[in-house]
């Protein structure tokens, strides 16, 4: 396996040691997933938990147990970070509070967690001369263009008004008390500090704007193994629903738009830019999949329809229901009408294409929740309620 892996270019891929933030968390535990098992790299993983990587590090006859270790620890306050920098030769820092809950009702958090906790990485990695992938996100680009435009406008339809390009789209958030946009605002002035560490440091730097990424592990499902009153990302929310046989709460209407992404397909995405530096360094990528476009009220039809092939259970007679925003996740929410990525660049650095359909990634995500959650779901649910 190690002799045998080249590049894009076709020279030999040496294996490195990469220090991955974040990598108990659901895409840090997919990408440990992938380098064990198809590369000869090795992973100092920091994070403040690893259930999501349990599988990977224990027992210690794995095939790949020399290559991973896991260190519990939390990079706002702990002086091993330099350290684990300096003897890797690749950052990957994907730490984030990346919940919408959490950007408008713990706005301090959000900002601490996604600029002032990441600065230290970014200033280690440039005074080290380290090599960094950071973690931004779609949620930069806030709103599009078109959605400025007369709701009958024609100009809605050219793809000039809403798909979003790397290097030409601008950054559009909503007023300071739509706190929503903390997380965004955060992500956008990290993103700045990367580029302008490259630019005026040297650092070398890739910046990723995942779009929508979702697959098993995903969250929490609330009151199983995540809080009872915390509310996860969408897929989780929807899955919780269906779960427990109650209609899936669509937010204003589910009107918004998304583009969804298989992790997995993903993941290979950052393989490339981890084992192409020449290629990925200096570019910021949008990754997502832009053939799977749906509105929040299509995912919730087809999530209920793919719920029902795999688990057999008739769907309910009303599988959706409204809410506001404000009732769902209180004041100073604000959405992103629509996220299209723009593959332009990924394309043609790094070749990659998704190609899982929306329907294939619900099925195999929704087979993963069923079997993993709805013994459990069962018996809470049949627990009675203490008077
Ligand atoms: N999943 C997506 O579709 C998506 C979309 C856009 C952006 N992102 C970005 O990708 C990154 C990873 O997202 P994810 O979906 O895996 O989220 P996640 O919440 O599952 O993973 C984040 C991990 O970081 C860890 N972490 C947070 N703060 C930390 C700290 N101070 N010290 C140590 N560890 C800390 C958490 O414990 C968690 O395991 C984030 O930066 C997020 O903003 C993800
Ligand atoms: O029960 C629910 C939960 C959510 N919605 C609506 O679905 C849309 C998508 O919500 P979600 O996946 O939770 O989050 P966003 O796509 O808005 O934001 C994420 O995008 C990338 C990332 O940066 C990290 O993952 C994060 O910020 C949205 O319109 C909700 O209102 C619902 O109707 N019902």
């Excluded at 967690?113 to 600065?119: C, G, Q, R, V």
């Excluded at 008739?314 to 404000?326: G, H, M, N, R």
């Amino acid at each position: 396996m190690a002799s045998s892996r080249v590049d894009l270019d076709g020279n030999p891929i040496k294996p490195i040691t990469i220090c991955m933030i974040g990598a108990g968390g659901f895409i840090g535990s997919h990408l440990c997933e992938k380098l064990m098992s198809e590369t000869p790299h090795s992973v100092l993983a920091l994070d403040v938990y690893n259930d999501k990587i349990k599988h990977l590090l224990e027992p210690h006859t794995l095939p790949w147990a020399s290559r991973i270790q896991f260190h519990r620890l939390n990079i706002k306050h702990d002086s091993r970070l330099e350290g684990l920098i300096k003897m890797s030769d690749l950052t990957i820092n994907l730490a984030a509070i990346c919940t919408p809950a959490d950007y408008n009702t713990r706005p301090l958090d959000t900002i601490y967690s996604n600029f002032i906790d990441a600065l230290p990485v970014v200033k280690y990695c440039s005074e080290n001369n380290k090599r960094l992938i950071h973690f931004s996100t779609c949620e930069v680009y806030g709103k599009t263009i078109g959605s400025f435009l007369p709701k009958d406008s024609p100009l809605r339809q050219d793809p000039a008004y809403y798909v979003l390009k790397e290097d030409e789209s601008p950054c559009i958030f909503g007023s300071i008390e739509k706190q929503r946009w903390s997380y965004a605002c955060a992500k956008q002035l990290i993103e700045r500090l990367v580029y302008a560490e490259g630019a005026e440091n040297g650092l070398e730097f890739t910046i990723v704007r995942p779009f929508n990424w979702i697959g098993p592990r995903m969250d929490f499902i609330p009151g199983i193994d995540g809080p009872s009153e915390g509310v996860p990302r969408v897929l989780a929310c929807f899955s919780n629903n269906l779960l427990r046989g109650e209609p899936l709460k669509l937010v204003d209407g589910g009107q918004s738009q998304r583009t969804f992404v298989y992790i997995k397909d993903a993941i290979e995405a950052v393989l490339l830019m981890i084992e192409n530096p020449a290629r990925a360094n200096g570019h910021i990528f949008n990754v997502g999949n832009p053939n799977n476009e749906v509105t929040v009220r299509q995912l919730a039809e087809m999530m209920t329809q793919v719920y029902s092939k795999v688990s057999g259970e008739a769907p309910l007679e009303k599988p959706t229901i409204d809410v506001s925003s404000k009732e769902f996740y209180g004041e100073g929410y604000d959405d992103s009408d629509k996220r299209i990525p723009d593959m332009t660049i990924i394309n043609r650095q790094l070749g990659w294409n998704p190609k899982t359909s929306l329907w294939d990634l619900l099925e195999s995500t929704l087979t993963y929740q069923h079997r993993t959650y709805a013994e459990a779901v069962k018996k809470v649910i049949a627990k009675p309620v203490a008077s």
